[in-house]
């Protein structure tokens, strides 16, 4: 299986109350995940982005992330302190320009040696645009036209350059960019970048099949991975592609204990802690799309109808229609008689993989054999310490299993993909 250590924090999911919670900010935190990475054999290292600080009810949402250094800096320092761990940024194909993102992505690849990855992420909502010169003009139904011509040209300056080092004029010409001239670097150790695409619409898993060489997807079942799995390896062959040629890697969290109870003791701390009670108030506003500070988290949800559009959340995507969801929370807090923060608790809950090292490994190893995901992106709730347990206790016993490597054996992260180098197309 592939193994990926995201780093947590853009949505509300570390700890912060937790004695262990470091800075999201000092360089210190990053080395210390993607050394613990490094460690045990992951495949890359992996960065998520935002490009506005969010907010809610005209404040800033300050149980979030308030502020992240940009990604592709963070790694390129990472690069002079890790020796094969592949480095992913993700960076925006609606608010950047192919020329100036595909250099600096050919740039890391250098520095590092050939372990750069691009997380291809769109947007379309006006309240991020405001912060470009875009602003908030494009579509949603055109963000993905973008951004497959977007990492079309990309790899067109990246082809500009020969294998052997020779540079070539380029000209693009199409429906999003029409540019021309000579790309400053080198072709890079990897040829192109690895690219990976974020996302669980039909739109988006026809794009990762059209282009990407990973897919982060979500899923918390067997049953829906193994659908999902099949669904979007089934869209390869129509671009030529190999099962093989695009790894299916859902972001997934993993508590452990040294039995199987105990880390479910562990897993519904952890969950507490996360929704606290003004979190609580907080994702319910957010599905109810109005003002509830005069509700009790630890009473009744809240009676009253959801406001559709109300404007109240920007800059964070709802998944699913607020009057479904609501149902839902109404079913599942009268069939167990739970209060609001409970319910947020029970319905929101975030943990993947939960027991004993053996029971995780074991349940991994499952998803893997049976086609549900050909690898997983680590999640941990703590910045920085978050992965030190899965790698000294479950990686062990994976790769005593042959389930997972024991060393690299490639220096670039398309080699420890099992990708191969793409072809020149000057």
Do not use: C
């Not at 319905?347 to 490994?361: E, L, M, N, W």
């Amino acid at each position: 299986m592939h193994l990926a250590a995201h780093f947590p924090g853009v949505n509300a999911t570390t700890v912060w109350a937790d004695p262990r919670s470091r800075s999201q900010i000092d360089f210190s935190s990053f080395v210390h995940l993607a050394r613990t990475a490094e460690r045990g054999k992951f495949d890359f290292f992996f960065l998520a982005e935002g490009l506005r600080l969010r907010e809610h009810n005209g404040r800033i949402h300050d149980l979030d992330v308030v502020g992240r250094p940009e990604s592709l800096t963070v790694l390129n320092a990472l690069a002079a302190v890790t020796e094969r761990l592949g480095l992913a940024a993700t960076v925006n194909a609606t608010f950047n320009e192919p020329y100036e993102l595909a250099r600096r992505l050919a740039t890391l690849d250098h520095l590092s040696a050939g372990r750069a990855a691009w997380n291809v992420v769109t947007s379309s909502d006006a309240f991020t645009g405001e912060n470009f010169r875009r602003g908030g003009y494009l579509d949603r139904a055109d963000r993905y036209t973008r951004a497959a011509e977007f990492v079309a040209t990309a790899r067109e300056l990246w082809d500009s350059w020969t294998p052997g080092g020779e540079s070539r004029p380029f000209a693009h010409e199409g429906g999003q960019f029409t540019i021309s001239g000579e790309f400053t670097v080198p072709r890079s150790p990897q040829g192109h970048p690895v690219v990976i695409q974020a996302g669980d619409s039909s739109e988006g898993r026809e794009f990762a099949a059209s282009a990407a060489d990973i897919i982060f997807t979500r899923h918390g079942t067997l049953e829906a991975g193994r659908d999902f799995y099949a669904d979007v390896k089934a869209r390869l062959a129509a671009y030529g592609r190999q099962p093989d040629d695009l790894k299916i890697m859902p972001g997934v969290t993993v508590v452990t204990g040294d039995t199987d109870a105990e880390a479910q003791e562990r897993a519904y701390e952890i969950r507490r802690q996360q929704v606290s009670p003004q979190n609580a108030i907080l994702a319910a506003e957010q599905l109810w799309g109005t003002d509830l500070s005069a509700y009790d988290p630890d009473g009744p949800l809240p009676e009253i109808d959801p406001v559709l559009d109300s404007g109240l959340v920007k800059g964070r995507v709802l998944h699913g229609d607020p009057l479904g969801v609501v149902a839902r929370w109404r079913a599942v807090a009268e069939a167990k008689g739970l209060s609001l923060r409970q319910t947020v608790i029970e319905t929101t809950t975030r943990q993947s993989f939960i027991g004993s090292p053996q029971t995780v490994a074991a349940e991994l190893t499952a998803f893997v054999d049976e086609r549900a995901a050909d690898g997983f992106i680590l999640v941990p709730h703590l910045t920085p310490g978050g992965l030190d347990d899965f790698v000294d206790r479950v990686v062990p016993l994976l790769q005593e299993s042959g389930a997972f490597r024991s060393e690299y054996s490639g220096s670039t992260l398309r080699s420890h993909l099992g990708l191969a180098e793409p072809v020149w197309k000057g």
